[in-house]
T-cell receptor, first 113, second 114 residues
Framework: QQQVKQSPQSLIVQKGGISIINCAYE??????FPWYQQFPGKGPALLIA?????SEKKEGRFTISFNKSAKQFSLHIMDSQPGDSATYFC????????????FGEGTQLTVNP | EAGVAQSPRYKIIEKRQSVAFWCNPI?????LYWYQQILGQGPKLLIQ????????DSQLPKDRFSAERLKGVDSTLKIQPAKLEDSAVYLC????????????FGPGTRLTVT
């Protein structure tokens, strides 16, 4: 019930292309869904987040799509750049209580020049 | 605004030895989290503090791991005795009362147990 499943495990995209990473959750009580970006040797950095009352949120080149009925959400990176090469984690938590983040397994994104 | 600070950045110890990690959260952040990140996996919460009280330690291996947050600011995570499977990156994160759901992570401490 607490799991968040993420796919693909790794992704290679050409510069300028669209990167898509998918996540699925089980616990319908989750109400906050962030995405984190992690570079080697660094801690995860909050990238963008969504709440289940909206179906899409866009910040610059990054968009989250949320499907509440399917219990799935995805990250789209438009016009992918080599500097976007990193590991991306989806996560879920209970917003109201500032509770633990339950993370997916991570996706290693490589953007080729 | 300074970020979450952690030290040391790297530590190598032998199994059965003890080790301690230190974290200084973002100023004013009441909630502090310790996560364990094993290579190739997402972080997993070990313990959560609200000020100097423990909120969630359900996934902390209490026979060998301990943590404290004296005075509600800095925190220390200790492992004693360490096992080979404790090799991981230990991440500290913090969040404010106003936006408690937004967690900000430090750079982590990479522990290698040989």
């Amino acid at each position: 019930q607490q799991q968040v499943k993420q796919s693909p495990q790794s992704l290679i995209v050409q510069k300028g292309g669209i990167s898509i990473i998918n996540c699925a959750y089980e616990n319908t009580a989750f109400d906050y869904f962030p995405w984190y970006q992690q570079f080697p040797g660094k801690g995860p950095a909050l990238l963008i987040a969504i709440r289940p009352d909206v179906s899409e949120k866009k910040e610059g080149r990054f968009t989250i799509s949320f499907n509440k009925s399917a219990k799935q959400f995805s990250l789209h990176i438009m016009d992918s750049q080599p500097g976007d090469s990193a590991t991306y984690f989806c996560a879920a938590s209970y917003q109201t209580s500032g509770s633990r983040l339950t993370f997916g397994e991570g996706t290693q994104l490589t953007v080729n020049p | 605004e300074a970020g979450v600070a952690q030290s040391p950045r790297y530590k190598i110890i032998e199994k059965r030895q003890s080790v301690a990690f230190w974290c200084n959260p973002i100023s004013g952040h009441a909630t502090l989290y310790w996560y364990q990140q094993i290579l190739g996996q997402g972080p997993k919460l070990l313990i959560q503090f609200q000020n100097n009280g423990v909120v969630d330690d359900s996934q902390l291996p209490k026979d060998r791991f301990s943590a404290e947050r004296l005075k509600g600011v800095d925190s220390t995570l200790k492992i004693q005795p360490a096992k080979l499977e404790d090799s991981a990156v230990y991440l500290c994160a913090s969040s404010s009362n106003r936006r408690s759901y937004e967690q900000y992570f430090g750079p982590g401490t990479r522990l290698t147990v040989t």
